[in-house]
């Protein structure tokens, strides 16, 4: 049982390349989530999904884009690389129930990206 | 506003026991959790409590809640190497689905 798995693992980039990362989750979640790690900063969400075909924002979103053209899969889009996209990125997925359910996240091994 | 704060960093000797410090801010959450990240991995759900709960106890683990003071604990007995990780508090809000997380402690075990 696979759950979340992140795609590459690791990448490192120049200025202004564009690139995708890839989140495939196996178990049926209806929701999803891009997050970045950054030293003494916890996880700050950068969009989400609600369910297939739906997209928003998080609290950090400029200068990425995302689709959720599939229910399994949740795209993460970076157009014009910048260094400060340097980062651990990390894709996580959850249930949808009623408001009163836990919802814990369950999270992929992320993606250690460098912007040169 | 919505701020969820832990300690950066806690050193305690094999065998002793962990707490893991986190407090926050909004008191509709209804779920709180506690998630280990191991280096170079993803985070794990290690436990969680529900709002109406002042404790929880799983083997090793304990949660302690105190609604008043919005204060959540992660206690670790026999703290062991393997237990050396980063820890993130995290609280749920039902309102928006939303999980707000913690920045993280990380807890080095010396052996």
């Known amino acids: 049982n696979a759950g979340v798995t992140q795609t590459p693992k690791f990448r490192v980039l120049k200025t202004g390349q564009s690139m995708t990362l890839l989140c495939a989750q196996d178990m049926n979640h209806e929701y999803m989530y891009w997050y970045r790690q950054d030293p003494g900063m916890g996880l700050r969400l950068i969009h989400y999904?609600?369910?297939?075909?739906?997209?928003a924002k998080g609290e950090v979103p400029d200068g990425y884009n995302v689709s959720r053209l599939k229910k399994q899969n949740f795209l993460l889009g970076l157009e014009s690389a910048a260094p400060s996209q340097t980062s651990v990125y990390f894709c996580a997925s959850s249930y949808s129930a009623g408001s009163n359910t836990n919802q814990p996240q369950h999270f992929g091994d992320g993606t250690r990206l460098s912007i040169l | 506003g919505e701020d969820v704060e832990q300690s950066l960093f806690l050193s305690v000797r094999e065998g002793d026991s962990s707490v893991i410090n986190c407090t926050y801010t909004?008191?509709?959450?209804?779920?709180l959790y506690w998630y280990k990240q191991e280096p170079g991995a993803g985070l794990q759900l290690l436990t969680y409590i529900f709002s109406n709960m002042d404790m929880k106890q799983d083997q090793r683990l304990t949660v302690l809640l105190n609604k008043k003071d919005k204060h959540l604990s992660l206690r670790i007995a026999d703290t062991q190497t393997g237990d050396s990780a980063i820890y993130f508090c995290a609280e749920y809000h039902t309102g928006g689905f939303k999980t707000i997380f913690g920045a993280g402690t990380r807890l080095f075990v010396k052996a």
């Open positions: 999904s609600v369910g297939e075909g739906t997209t």
């Open positions: 909004d008191s509709s959450s209804t779920y």
